[in-house]
């Protein structure tokens, strides 16, 4: 079973780019039919979906993001990404990893990011 | 974009009695991909069913679910204390965005 583990700085300030890392042991990141993802949930609020990248490289972003959001994949390393510019306070949230594969989702333990100067 | 509309956003109830979630989508969730999650405050949110009404490993049997097209609901038969959560529904069909539900809070009465 896939097990995710989410790192990065968890203090960003105005303006910079908020760039996270999503370890993944359990299995490989080049293994066939995974949808590598990433969602946020603000504080006492709800989930949101902010993108995935699939085994093949495809990406699809959330279209109230995609003008800011990257994700990628780091093969070598067994990770992916995710890359969030000119960030505000409104992208204070905890950062969650996923993985999805036939339908089943597993969930990374989330990272709280804080954006303040 | 599929909206999902869960209802009710609070449901008061005691250990022992039955839940049922809703979950509505403004139009067809393909292939029946839809999800229900459950978070409890200050942890991640747990994967319960996929596809419907498939239950993710490790689920108790007393939660299922259920639904087709627009409409899906999650039942727990009998709950237990530590049932008492937050429910989301999640569609993940072939047309991205996927979407969450706002989420049903399921409290103690």
Same mark, same amino acid.
């Given at each position: 079973q896939v097990q995710l583990q989410e790192s990065g700085p968890g203090l960003v300030k105005p303006s910079q780019t908020l760039s996270l890392t999503c370890s993944v042991s359990g299995g490989s990141i080049s293994s066939g039919g995974?949808?590598?993802?990433?969602?946020?949930?603000?504080?006492?609020?709800?989930?949101?979906?902010?993108?995935?990248?699939?085994h093949s490289g495809t990406t699809y972003y959330?279209? $109230?993001?995609?003008?800011?959001?990257?994700? $990628?994949?780091?093969? +070598?390393?067994?990770?992916?990404s995710?890359?969030? +510019? $000119?960030?505000?306070?409104?992208?204070?949230?905890?950062?969650?990893?996923s993985a999805l594969r036939f339908g089943v989702l597993f969930w990374g333990l989330g990272i709280l990011v804080t954006v303040s100067s | 974009e599929?909206?999902?509309?869960? &209802? !009710?956003?609070?449901? &008061?109830?005691? !250990?022992?009695?039955r839940a049922t979630l809703s979950c509505r989508a403004s139009q067809s969730v393909s292939s029946n991909y839809l999800a229900w999650h459950q978070q409890k405050p200050g942890?991640? !949110?747990?994967?319960?069913?996929?596809?419907? &009404?498939?239950?993710?490993?490790?689920v108790p049997d007393r939660f299922s679910g259920s639904g087709s097209g627009t409409d899906f609901?999650?039942?727990? &038969?009998?709950?237990? !204390?530590?049932?008492?959560a937050v429910y989301y529904c999640q569609q993940y069909g072939s047309s991205p965005p996927w979407t969450f539900g706002q989420g049903t809070k399921l409290q103690i009465k």
């Amino acid at each position: 079973q896939v097990q995710l583990q989410e790192s990065g700085p968890g203090l960003v300030k105005p303006s910079q780019t908020l760039s996270l890392t999503c370890s993944v042991s359990g299995g490989s990141i080049s293994s066939g039919g995974y949808y590598w993802s990433w969602i946020r949930q603000h504080p006492g609020k709800g989930l949101e979906w902010i993108g995935y990248i699939y085994h093949s490289g495809t990406t699809y972003y959330n279209p $109230s993001l995609q003008r800011r959001v990257t994700i $990628s994949v780091q093969t +070598s390393r067994n990770q992916f990404s995710l890359k969030l +510019s $000119s960030v505000t306070a409104a992208d204070t949230a905890v950062y969650y990893c996923s993985a999805l594969r036939f339908g089943v989702l597993f969930w990374g333990l989330g990272i709280l990011v804080t954006v303040s100067s | 974009e599929i909206v999902l509309t869960q &209802s !009710p956003g609070t449901l &008061s109830l005691s !250990p022992g009695e039955r839940a049922t979630l809703s979950c509505r989508a403004s139009q067809s969730v393909s292939s029946n991909y839809l999800a229900w999650h459950q978070q409890k405050p200050g942890q991640a !949110p747990r994967l319960l069913i996929y596809a419907a &009404s498939s239950r993710a490993t490790g689920v108790p049997d007393r939660f299922s679910g259920s639904g087709s097209g627009t409409d899906f609901t999650l039942t727990i &038969s009998r709950l237990e !204390p530590e049932d008492f959560a937050v429910y989301y529904c999640q569609q993940y069909g072939s047309s991205p965005p996927w979407t969450f539900g706002q989420g049903t809070k399921l409290q103690i009465k």
